[in-house]
């Protein structure tokens, strides 16, 4: 069984820019969450999603944005990119909400470089 | 929103040894996740364990939800053992964005040979 894909692995970019990241979770999961980890902040909640519908969302501006398809694959955006949004982007996904459903599988994650 | 905190930030240990690892959390959860990131960076889940105890070879853990902590266990540690460990908890009461799953800064372990 396939575990969580993210890609790309690594990305530069420059400030300003945007940039789309993709998470295709594991086969059957149609929970897909996004998180952003820095060695300042660590890991840090952006959003959930469950059935196409943005189930929460963390304290992050509007610039990050994401949605999730009807196959569960996600995406996730941030526009005007800036010097601050370097960091580990990480994905996981999770059968469904609920108990152990909600047992997490996290992606090997998209190193995002902003010069 | 609930703060959940671990302890110890670092630890160091020879191969062999045994290690316990604290995550104390500051509201009532309904879920609760242990996970270890390797050196390379991904992350494993290790435990789902909201209540109760568990045990997965040398690795169990136990969660006392009253007391709002958790404890990984590691015995006979090995040089693989290294790395972050984190846990991650979420409250139980569905209170708007409150409710979301919240990671501890981790336990930096150190296994030398």
């Known amino acids: 069984k396939a575990g969580v894909t993210q890609t790309p692995r690594y990305l530069i970019k420059t400030r300003g820019q945007q940039v789309t990241l993709s998470c295709s979770p594991i086969?059957?999961?149609?929970?897909v969450s996004w998180y952003q980890q820095t060695p300042g902040q660590g890991l840090q909640f952006l959003f959930e999603?469950?059935?196409?519908?943005?189930?929460n969302k963390g304290n992050f501006p509007g610039r990050f944005s994401g949605r999730q398809f009807s196959n569960s694959r996600s995406e996730m955006n941030v526009s005007t990119l800036e010097l601050g949004d370097s960091a580990l982007y990480l994905c996981a996904s999770s059968l469904a909400p609920g108990g152990a459903g909600e047992k997490l599988f996290f992606g090997s994650g998209t190193q995002l470089s902003v010069l | 929103g609930i703060q959940v905190e671990q302890s110890p930030p670092d630890l160091i240990l020879q191969e062999g040894a045994n290690s316990t690892l604290r995550c104390n959390f500051s509201?009532?959860?309904?879920?609760l996740q242990w996970f270890h990131q390797n050196p390379w960076g991904q992350l494993i889940n290790l435990f789902y364990i909201p209540s109760g105890t568990k045990q997965n070879g040398r690795l169990s853990a136990t969660t006392v939800a009253t007391e709002r902590y958790s404890l990984l266990y590691i015995s006979s540690s090995q040089t693989t053992d290294s790395g972050v460990y984190f846990c991650?908890?979420?409250?139980?009461?569905?209170?708007?964005?409150?409710?979301?799953?919240?990671f501890g800064k981790g336990t930096l372990l150190t296994v030398n040979p």
């Open positions: 999603y469950f059935s196409e519908t943005q189930r």
């Open positions: 509201d009532s959860v309904n879920n």
């Open positions: 991650a908890a979420r409250p139980s009461n569905p209170g708007g964005s409150n409710y979301k799953l919240t």
């Open positions: 086969s059957g999961h149609r929970s």
